[in-house]
Structure formats: C-alpha cells, structure tokens
C-alpha cells in the first residue's frame, strides 16, 4: 500500500548548555505491560485503555509501610479513596492491610461495601452532613473534624445517643515558606484549635481521640513533614498538660510526591521525588523521640498519590498526524484530557509501542476532543509515529479515574494484570445506554 506523502520541513537545531528545557534525551520504546503485549491489550479490550498493574501496587506498598515500620513501631497506612476508588483497586490495598480514609459520604458507602469495618474507616473532608455525622459516630468509624460546626453537631449526637463521642481534630498550621493548606482544619497558631478542644472539654460530650493534618499534595521537601509532625506533637503536649488529654493516634494525611513530572520541572522525576525513606525519617525521627515507648501514639498515613500513580498507564492511539502552522508535528490519539484529566498539571511520560527509527523531532500530542485545551503534551520530542501506532502514557494511576469525565466520547474500559500474569477488566467501557439512563423526556415533549 503506497504511503501517505509529508512534505519534508526543516527546523534549526540550536546547540548550547543545558537549560530549563533540559537534554534532548532519546524517548524510550516499551511494547509491554508486566510481561503482557501492548498488542494483545488493545485487541482484547480496545483503544484507549487503562491498565493496572497488581504488582505495582504491591511493590509501592511494601516499600511505604516498611520505611515507615523499620523507623517507627506503630504505623497504619489508610487508602485514600479520592486517590482512586475503582474497586479493585481499593480491594487490593485492603488485601495489603489498608484502612479507608474517606472524605464524602459516597466514598464511606463504598469502603463499607468492600468490607471494611467502620472502625478502620477514617472521615475526613469539610463537607460532612449531619445524617453522615451521625452515621459514622453510631457505626463507630474515626472522625477527624474539619471545624466548629460539625463540633456543635456531634454534641448533639451524643446527646441524643446518650454518650460521650471520640473524635480526631485537622489542625493546620504555618509552616515557613511553604504554602498553608488552611481552608481545611482549625488553625494552630491563630489559638482556634486550643479554643475548640477547651468547648469539646467544656461541653463534657466529646473526647479527643486524635490529632490530624494534611498539609498540601505533590511536596517534594520531606523537612516540611518534620515541621508538620514537630507542631502536632507541641499541641498533643499542650491539650494533655492543660486538659489531661491522651492523643491515641496522629494521622499526618498524604501529600507525598509521585514520579510523575509537574509541569514546569525539567530534572529528572527519579532527581525530584524523594524516596519513602526520606519522608519516613523526618517524621518518624520526631515521632519516636518525643513519646514515651509506653505511650507510642498510632502513626496514620493517607498516602495515596506515590501508591498508585506508577501502577497506572494508558495505552493510546495515534489517530492522526499533522504539521503545524509553525513546523511543529502534532499527533491527534485517541485519549484526551476527558480521560487523562492529571495532563493539566503533569507533563506525562509518553512512550510509543512501535519503533520505526529514525530522527527525534519535536512533537505537540493532542486528544480527539473538539476542544482547544486537549493538550496532553504542549512539546516533546518523539521519533516518527503514524496512524494506527500506539503509546503509552504513564504515570496515570493517580486521580484519572474518580475525575475523568464523559465529555464528548465514553469512558473506556480498565483493565488489571494481576501478579500471576492473569489479566482482568475492573471497570467495563461505558455505553450510550449506560450515559442516558437515568435520563428522561417530559411528556408534553
């Protein structure tokens, strides 16, 4: 069959030091996925596709909870719903030994279904309706307030209950240069946390059981978690010698970055992200020089992001190529940002499956939406791809999948390769019927 022609274009290449654009490094050609062909995915289950890898969780998993075990002797790691809640995901981190944490009702709901005790589920978030409140208190799962008015409701809870409730307090607090996360929690610095833990013990109804504080996401300086763990423990010092108060755990949340790339950034991801060792250092350090070893309080993590982000990748097609205005080649695949909603912030590995030599050029790669903001990549460099070849875009594990949208075309299948090798869909591809269905038309119409 005689190939399309493309009229040849000439661009000046311009040497020097490196800069922030970095080395025009040579992209990596992958054609499997743990062992299984990209190939074989694709005409088993379709284009675009998810793809989970089981071993991946597992290896993310153990080097978290062992970096933290090894430094620290009470440590329970919860999984971040948010992060992402597709059940096989979730089931395979309680499998490991995860509890919940959870920040919506609906999220509570699916962690319960699953099988997780409510006490292993942990209610974070600043929305939390009274009914949900009340649901969680009474079923037994930990609580962590995120303000004044959800203290007043659960007063009211125990009234009606006729017994004291435990419950965690979010605390946030100033942490030098780093940006405060301070639309959730009560403030530390401000006196507002020492004022609500005074009403909680005033009103006689409410034990603090806890401390907990999430401050911020993708933090790539594990000193700022020192500082973090430093200032919970000021203040469990403070509410025990002023109100007798026995902290029974410290949740200090998630944040931790993953080896994805943020926009921006032009080191290395291997260069940027710290290993789990790192975080667990300054925090543990903290931790285990300021408790007794009587009176160790239970160390909680919420790490979601550096869990599962590496586990995920998208296999994509390229269904178009063209030449810009300005000479730049564009590849038109089939995921968009409807699917890959983590392309506005992240620069994503882009790994094509076919090698077909050649020359390195620099590329836009866009997605199939009628959209201008469909940009998986504004510019990198890949060598010469065609209709029908496919990519892969990793790391894509990390909220794609609570976020991603039916805008302009349905949600593809997702599928799981389990450590045996076995391959599994966990989530079907949507169709036209599943989009409308809970749709109607009004009579008169």
């Excluded at 499998?95 to 409510?118: C, D, F, H, I, T």
């Excluded at 594990?222 to 029974?248: M, T, V």
């Amino acid at each position: 069959m005689k190939k399309p022609y493309e009229k040849p274009f000439i661009t000046r290449q311009q040497g020097g030091i490196i800069n922030k654009f970095g080395n025009a490094a040579p992209t990596a050609v992958a054609d499997e996925i743990d062992g299984i062909k990209v190939e074989a995915l694709v005409k088993e289950y379709g284009s675009p596709l998810f793809v989970y890898s089981e071993k991946t969780i597992h290896k993310k998993y153990r080097e978290l909870v062992d970096a933290f075990s090894l430094r620290y002797p009470r440590v329970q790691h919860a999984w971040s719903y948010k992060t992402n809640y597709l059940k096989a995901v979730c089931r395979t981190f309680h499998n490991l030994g995860s509890w919940a944490e959870v920040v919506s009702m609906m999220e509570y709901q699916m962690a319960k279904r699953l099988g997780v005790k409510p006490q292993h589920i942990i209610f974070n978030g600043p929305f939390k309706p009274y009914e949900a409140l009340r649901t969680a208190i009474i079923e037994g799962a930990m609580v962590n307030i995120d303000g004044m008015e959800e203290l007043y409701e659960i007063e009211k809870i125990a009234t009606e209950l006729d017994r004291p409730v435990n419950i965690g307090i979010r605390l946030n607090m100033s942490l030098g240069t780093y940006m405060a996360w301070d639309r959730f929690g009560i403030n530390i610095e401000s006196g507002q946390a020492y004022q609500a833990v005074k009403r909680a013990v005033a009103g006689g109804k409410i034990h603090i059981d806890g401390l907990h504080a999430h401050i911020g996401t993708f933090i790539l300086d594990p000193e700022i978690y020192r500082l973090q763990a430093q200032k919970l423990i000021e203040f469990a010092r403070l509410i025990k010698n002023d109100f007798g108060i026995h902290i029974r755990y410290i949740d200090i949340g998630g944040g931790f970055a993953s080896r994805n790339r943020l926009k921006g950034t032009y080191l290395s991801t291997a260069d940027i992200a710290p290993p789990f060792e790192r975080y667990a250092e300054a925090i543990c350090d903290e931790m285990f020089a300021s408790f007794s070893q009587n009176d160790l309080p239970l160390l909680i993590l919420e790490t979601g992001r550096a869990l599962i982000d590496e586990a995920g990748t998208i296999i994509s097609t390229v269904s178009a190529t063209k030449r810009l205005s300005n000479g730049m080649r564009a590849l038109v695949i089939d995921a968009g940002v409807n699917v890959l909603f983590t392309a506005f912030w992240y620069d994503h590995d882009i790994i094509p499956v076919n090698d077909r030599g050649g020359d390195m050029e620099d590329h836009v790669i866009y997605g199939p939406l009628c959209m201008q903001i469909d940009v998986i990549r504004p510019q990198m460099k890949l060598p010469h791809l065609e209709r029908g070849d496919r990519v892969m875009i990793r790391p894509a594990g990390a909220y794609n999948n609570t976020q991603w949208l039916q805008f302009i075309s349905l949600r593809p299948n997702v599928a799981m390769i389990g450590v045996g090798g076995a391959v599994s869909v966990i989530r079907k591809a949507e169709s036209l019927d599943y989009l409308q269905e809970l749709e109607s038309i009004p009579e008169w119409m």
